[in-house]
């Protein structure tokens, strides 16, 4: 399944968890009414979403590789300092070891 960048597929019917957090509270603890407007207005707005574009699927793969490359650098650049890190670590046990 290819979904055009930038979208998401969500659920036709929206779980207790989904309705839970956009009430900011358990979604059991609201009365019954006020949970069958919330279940309609998810409805609704699925009703209301507009289709997605068509999309390139060669031009979606090159932007997930753009967003994965960044990411990849993230980590490259988070291991280097965490091996530096570890490396001035296990220096000064030495140091302290020859001491």
Same mark, same amino acid.
């Not at 399944?1 to 609201?30: C, D, H, K, Q, Y």
């Not at 279940?39 to 068509?54: C, F, G, I, N, Q």
């Not at 980590?75 to 296990?90: A, D, I």
């Given at each position: 399944?290819?979904?055009?960048?930038?979208?998401?597929?969500?659920?036709?019917?929206?779980?207790?968890?989904?309705?839970?957090?956009?009430?900011?509270?358990?979604?059991?603890?609201?009365?019954? &009414?006020? @949970?069958?407007? %919330?279940? %309609?207005?998810?409805?609704?707005?699925?009703?209301?979403?507009?289709? &997605? &574009?068509?999309?390139?699927?060669?031009?979606?793969?090159? =932007?997930?590789?753009?967003?994965?490359? =960044?990411?990849?650098?993230?980590? =490259?650049?988070?291991?280097?300092?965490?091996?530096?890190?570890? @490396?001035?670590?296990? =220096?000064?046990?030495?140091?302290?070891?020859?001491?």
């Amino acid at each position: 399944m290819n979904i055009p960048f930038g979208w998401t597929l969500v659920p036709n019917t929206p779980t207790e968890r989904m309705l839970s957090e956009f009430a900011g509270r358990a979604f059991a603890s609201i009365p019954r &009414p006020k @949970q069958e407007l %919330e279940r %309609e207005a998810y409805a609704d707005m699925l009703a209301a979403s507009p289709s &997605p &574009p068509m999309s390139d699927p060669l031009e979606d793969i090159r =932007r997930e590789l753009s967003a994965l490359k =960044r990411e990849n650098k993230k980590l =490259r650049t988070s291991l280097n300092h965490y091996r530096n890190q570890v @490396q001035k670590f296990n =220096r000064g046990l030495h140091d302290e070891s020859q001491s």
